[in-house]
């Protein structure tokens, strides 16, 4: 079976209600972090993971999402005229080509594995991967790209998997693993949001996955699940006695950029990671009198 994986889906339809009234006029995934919206983490994850072709599934009032791949001629003359080089390139870098990114529409939010079932006739037959851009991975090597390396050896699917605190188990998809050694772990099960005290592990299920084309299918035939949604991860589970399926245990620091408080915490660790930030961020940090009390 092809292990080459070159499309990856980014499901955006959300409304981003958590972070009203910022998301009134404004995507969550345009939101920025430092310097860059989150969406821009997600391709630029993507395109070191060899992807070529993007597709979002979008919602009614993501214009400005789909502006923000487009050309922007009038600000690049600016840009030009005034010799701001290193600008001019980090514009350019945010342009997608014609024909590299395709954007299928959501009507009604029925959960994640709908979201990825509306992107079902650009897939074909072939791997792919989705990207949750919410998830937002510090890492040396790219999330998505250390995953592509490992489902070259493993095919079926993969999932990238954390530990999260017992009692956070529930607001997961969790996996039940044959062993907990090692990066690549074979699953033998997956239970979307189970509840308290009833996971098979601790092991999370995070916004990444490497994903066998059967699993369009399995969405096709599913029942709505946790929350009275369409679940991805019951579509995934029903790969576990195929090709196999894979929690992979990444390298990296994952940030939950759906939550307040998880964009807040990114914030300031991307920003500490700047070397054109980081004194005068620990300067103030250093004057608010932090303490554990």
Same mark, same amino acid.
């Given at each position: 079976?092809?292990?080459?994986?070159?499309?990856?889906?980014?499901? @955006?339809?959300?409304?981003?209600?958590r972070? %009203?009234?910022?998301?009134?006029?404004v !995507?969550?995934e345009?939101?920025? #972090?430092?310097?860059?919206?989150?969406?821009?983490?997600?391709?630029?994850?993507?395109?070191?993971?060899?992807i070529?072709?993007?597709?979002?599934?979008?919602?009614?009032?993501?214009?400005?999402?789909?502006?923000?791949?487009?050309?922007? !001629?009038?600000?690049?003359?600016?840009? %030009? *005229? *005034?010799?701001?080089?290193?600008?001019?390139?980090?514009?350019?870098?945010?342009?997608?080509?014609?024909?590299?990114i395709?954007y299928?529409?959501?009507?009604?939010?029925?959960?994640?594995?709908?979201?990825?079932?509306?992107?079902?006739? =650009?897939?074909?037959?072939?791997p792919?991967? @989705?990207?949750l851009?919410?998830?937002?991975?510090?890492?040396?090597?790219?999330? =998505?790209?250390?995953? &592509?390396?490992?489902?070259?050896?493993?095919?079926?699917?993969?999932?990238?998997?954390?530990? @999260?605190? !017992?009692?956070?188990?529930?607001?997961?998809?969790?996996?039940?693993?044959?062993?907990?050694?090692?990066?690549?772990?074979?699953?033998?099960?997956?239970?979307?949001?189970?509840?308290?005290?009833?996971? !098979?592990?601790?092991?999370?299920?995070? $916004?990444?996955?490497? #994903?066998?084309p059967?699993?369009?299918?399995h969405?096709?035939? %599913?029942?709505?699940?946790?929350?009275?949604?369409?679940?991805?991860?019951?579509?995934?589970?029903?790969? &576990?006695?195929?090709?196999?399926?894979?929690?992979?245990?990444?390298?990296?620091?994952?940030?939950?950029?759906?939550s307040?408080?998880?964009?807040?915490?990114?914030?300031?660790?991307? $920003?500490?990671?700047?070397?054109?930030?980081?004194?005068?961020?620990?300067?103030?940090?250093?004057?608010?009198?932090?303490?554990?009390?």
């Open positions: 079976m092809n292990r080459t994986v070159t499309k990856a889906i980014f499901p @955006v339809a959300g409304m981003g209600t972070f %009203l009234p910022a998301t009134k006029s !995507p969550k345009i939101m920025t #972090l430092v310097d860059r919206p989150l969406i821009q983490y997600a391709i630029d994850e993507a395109r070191a993971a060899g070529k072709e993007f597709i979002f599934v979008t919602s009614r009032g993501k214009s400005a999402l789909e502006d923000y791949f487009d050309d922007a !001629p009038v600000l690049e003359q600016e840009l %030009l *005229k *005034k010799n701001k080089t290193e600008l001019l390139e980090v514009l350019r870098s945010t342009t997608m080509d014609s024909g590299q395709a299928v529409r959501q009507h009604r939010p029925r959960g994640l594995g709908h979201a990825v079932a509306c992107a079902r006739r =650009l897939i074909h037959d072939e792919f991967a @989705v990207i851009p919410d998830d937002v991975i510090a890492a040396d090597k790219p999330c =998505l790209a250390q995953m &592509v390396e490992a489902y070259a050896e493993t095919g079926g699917s993969m999932v990238a998997a954390m530990e @999260v605190a !017992p009692d956070r188990t529930s607001s997961y998809g969790i996996l039940d693993v044959e062993t907990t050694d090692g990066q690549a772990l074979k699953v033998r099960g997956m239970v979307e949001k189970p509840e308290a005290g009833t996971a !098979p592990s601790n092991l999370a299920v995070i $916004g990444r996955y490497i #994903l066998s059967r699993v369009m299918k969405l096709g035939g %599913l029942a709505a699940g946790a929350g009275g949604e369409i679940q991805l991860t019951d579509a995934i589970a029903r790969e &576990v006695g195929g090709d196999g399926v894979h929690g992979f245990r990444f390298e990296g620091q994952r940030f939950d950029c759906g307040k408080a998880g964009f807040l915490q990114a914030t300031v660790a991307f $920003g500490l990671d700047r070397p054109d930030l980081r004194d005068e961020l620990m300067a103030f940090i250093s004057t608010l009198g932090l303490s554990k009390t």
